[in-house]
């Protein structure tokens, strides 16, 4: 079976669904307590994120990765540096895409 992407509204409804699926509950909330800086950051600076997950779905279901997502206006320049690095650790890949950002990418 191939990955999928599956958008979520909410953490709880992500949460919720991932481990009605099979995975197990501490994994997902470690990759979503990560997410979720992400997203309050986003909250606050006045956008719209929602929770994405790329997943093979088989029982339990395989999380290849995490992420945040937008609806309407996407953040640009120093509002998207600000949610790349609003959680409290900040992963590998935001440091790489807030440095492509200082060099000028537009996301």
């Not at 409804?13 to 990560?34: I, S, W």
Request: glycine share 10%; aromatic share 10%.
């Amino acid at each position: 079976m191939g990955a999928e992407n599956v958008r979520f509204r909410s953490y709880d409804h992500c949460l919720d669904t991932l481990v009605r699926m099979g995975a197990d509950r501490l994994d997902v909330e470690n990759l979503l307590g990560h997410e979720r800086g992400h997203y309050e950051k986003a909250v606050e600076l006045g956008f719209k994120p929602i929770y994405g997950i790329w997943l093979v779905p088989d029982f339990p279901p395989l999380i290849l990765a995490g992420y945040i997502d937008f609806e309407g206006a996407v953040p640009q320049g120093q509002d998207m540096i600000d949610i790349l690095m609003a959680p409290t650790v900040s992963g590998e890949d935001d440091i790489k895409l807030v440095k492509r950002i200082e060099n000028g990418y537009q996301c």
